[in-house]
């Protein structure tokens, strides 16, 4: 537009209108005529300019609607504005929170029992009694006299040695060794020397040697096993309830007054022992037990769950976009227009 000058643009409009004039009355002419076909010259007009850099182009096709109005489409260009459309966006971080629950423990005291069972007992001991063979022991006195004359009675106190022996029997569990005796075999490497292969050997070297006597040559030798069967004695434990017999003895000084002569004097002689059985009564422990239960109480500490709110926040990325133009310029773009007209209004004006 801007290297088209503005004569050549009226001229333009000029023709265009007298372009337009004519088809309006060549349209006239076949109405009245009786002939509804419109000839083939005036169906398309096209015109075409070349100005400058621009070049225009008007299609004209005559249209006819149901109510006999003649339109006759028309391009032509407009200007307008076009911006360079874009989008600015913006990153930002937010911050997105909920509520969670997290589980906390706290300390409370608390009180415990246990039953607890205390053992009263009540020995009473039952006299029971029982025979018990015992061996019973004392070495007299004997007097001896030298062959002096008898002189007068002299008394004295002498002691005799009286000596009693208790056997007490136990039962219990021992451990006593079983054995067994078993043979052995026990062998061991021995060097043999082969004395008559090395003697024959030996002797024919020597012959071949003519008397040569070799004595640094040592004889062959072999090893042989020796195997001997030695007896072992193989013992186990085994436990046996055996009965134990336990003397025990007691020994007292009873004192006996002796008159003997003078010249006599006492010693003791040889043991005198026999063996009785006497009644003895022994205490036998008799045990009455009972339970008494009570309650021992103390004081615990313990751990109690609960649950506690706590805000939890995360950050959550956010894009905020704005559509942005700019750099806006003119172009033109065209536009298609319907010039419509009446033919009954160019009839009357042919007419006149």
Same mark, same amino acid.
């Given at each position: 537009?801007?290297? &088209? ?18 088809? =309006? ?52 260009? !407009? ?26 423990? +706290?300390?409370? +005291? ?43 009675? &002299? ?57 040569? &006597? ?6 062959? @030798? ?9 007896? !072992? =004695? ?8 055996? +009965? ?36 003895? !009564? =022994? ?12 309650? @021992? ?10 649950? &506690?709110?706590? =805000? ?23 536009? +298609? ?16």
């Amino acid at each position: 537009k801007d290297h &088209v000058p503005k004569d050549m643009w009226i001229l333009l409009i000029l023709i265009l209108f007298c372009d337009s004039l004519k088809a =309006q009355k060549l349209f006239a002419e076949q109405l009245f005529s009786g002939s509804r076909e419109i000839p083939d010259d005036t169906r398309r007009i096209t015109l075409i300019e070349r100005l400058g850099d621009s070049r225009s182009q008007v299609e004209v096709i005559p249209e006819v609607d149901e109510d006999k109005v003649r339109c006759i489409p028309k391009t032509i260009f !407009v200007e307008e504005i076009q911006y360079e459309r874009g989008r600015n966006c913006h990153h930002t971080v937010g911050k997105k929170c909920h509520i969670t629950y997290t589980t906390d423990y +706290t300390s409370t +005291t608390e009180k415990k029992c246990k039953t607890e069972f205390k053992k009263n007992c009540f020995i009473n001991f039952i006299s029971v009694p029982h025979n018990v063979k015992v061996k019973i022991c004392h070495t007299p006195l004997v007097r001896k006299c030298n062959d002096e004359v008898e002189g007068p009675e &002299v008394c004295t106190t002498q002691y005799e040695n009286h000596c009693e022996t208790k056997f007490k029997t136990y039962i219990l569990d021992q451990d006593e060794p079983v054995c067994e005796m078993k043979e052995e075999v026990r062998c061991m490497n021995m060097t043999v020397e082969l004395h008559h292969i090395f003697d024959e050997q030996h002797n024919k070297k020597n012959e071949d040697r003519r008397g040569d &006597v070799d004595s640094d040559v040592t004889p062959p @030798n072999v090893i042989k096993e020796k195997c001997e069967k030695w007896p !072992v =004695q193989s013992c186990k434990l085994e436990t046996k309830t055996i +009965t134990k017999v336990h003397p025990e003895t007691s020994c007292s000084k009873v004192p006996k007054k002796i008159c003997v002569p003078s010249n006599c004097k006492m010693f003791p002689g040889e043991e005198i022992c026999n063996q009785e059985t006497r009644t003895q !009564v =022994q205490n036998i422990p008799e045990e009455a037990c009972d339970l008494e239960p009570h309650e @021992n109480c103390q004081m615990e500490s313990s751990l109690v769950p609960r649950l &506690v709110p706590q =805000q939890n926040c995360i950050k959550v990325p956010k894009e905020v976009c704005v559509n942005t133009k700019k750099n806006p310029t003119k172009v033109k773009k065209p536009i +298609t227009k319907q010039w419509c007209f009446d033919p009954k209004e160019y009839e009357a004006k042919v007419d006149d």
